[in-house]
């Protein structure tokens, strides 16, 4: 018996795609990957047909482009695509003119990258992380009413009291919170993936939720939002970007600390944070770190001839 088997070209466009998927939590493994499909099956199915329509068509954009390979195959040209198309998946009721905007936002967050990660290599600009899909998905949201789309939320967590199995629930929340699921077995099955990529960064995951968690019940902000996981992910997607630029503790620990600063004032402005609280945390940072480092160039003596 023959066995089935993928061509080299649909091969490596699926371990592509898989690579963006991985890149939501700035990772690029294959097996990750996987296992985050696998999590959105666990904890959302119907948001799955949109994240792959996003990724697609955001590689799909980036090959037609020309754009590096490389970057295509790291799955650089996935990630802000496929979470675009969850959002649109879970923020509007469904209607003929959901799969065109998904496909409109992915491609453009294409269009949007490429760009910016010209700047990064070439002019040393700040990391996109997942710019293209706030700025997109904001603009999305502020057209819901001219385009006649109907935004319908999706159900938080019900308060309870907060033994040990709510306080593990909460955090494997906050991990899946960064791809809007609220299911823990999701959480765990993300928390693996990330495991199987970078040890390190599975464990800064877990502390960037469980400071998530810690800070908003002793400020006494809503638990059932602090127990859905909603105050712990960007303080996880911080905590795993700079424990990738920095091999010093200080650095993700910072990083988680802005995170849950900046993010309950995106409320007070009547804005939905996404992940930008943990991207300016990281651009603060690290642009920090750049003048740091010429002020002290610049205050060195030059040595004498």
């Known amino acids: 018996m023959h066995q089935l088997s993928l061509p080299p070209r649909a091969r490596h466009g699926l371990r592509a795609l898989l690579n963006g998927f991985s890149q939501i939590f700035l990772l690029s493994h294959a097996g990750c990957g996987l296992l985050v499909v696998l999590a959105i099956l666990i904890g959302a199915p119907h948001l799955l047909g949109g994240a792959l329509l996003g990724g697609g068509c955001s590689m799909l954009t980036a090959r037609r482009r020309g754009y590096p390979q490389a970057d ?182 910072l990083g988680i600390c802005l995170a849950l600063l900046l993010q309950p004032g995106f409320g007070a402005l009547g804005l939905p944070p996404l992940t930008l609280p943990f991207i300016l945390a990281c651009w603060l940072i690290q642009a920090s770190q750049r003048v740091l480092r010429q002020a002290a160039v610049d205050c060195t003596p030059a040595r004498p001839d």
């Open 72 to 253: 295509i195959d790291a799955g650089l040209y996935g990630y802000n695509g496929i979470l675009l198309g969850m959002l649109i998946s879970v923020q509007f009721s469904w209607s003929p003119l959901l799969p065109v905007l998904i496909i409109l936002g992915a491609g453009l967050s294409s269009l949007v990258l490429a760009p910016w990660m010209r700047g990064m290599r070439e002019r040393q600009w700040l990391p996109a992380f997942t710019f293209p899909f706030v700025a997109l998905s904001w603009l999305l949201l502020w057209l819901a009413q001219p385009l006649h789309l109907q935004l319908h939320g999706y159900p938080l967590t019900a308060a309870h009291g907060l033994d040990w199995l709510a306080t593990l629930q909460a955090l494997l929340r906050g991990l899946g919170q960064v791809i809007f699921l609220d299911q823990p077995l999701a959480g765990l099955c993300l928390w693996l993936g990330v495991l199987l990529a970078d040890r390190r960064a599975a464990l800064w995951a877990l502390l960037g939720s469980a400071a998530g968690l810690s800070l908003a019940l002793y400020q006494g902000w809503e638990q059932h939002s602090a127990l859905a996981g909603l105050y712990g992910y960007n303080a996880t997607l911080a905590a795993i970007a700079l424990n990738q630029m920095h091999r010093q503790p200080w650095a993700p620990l």
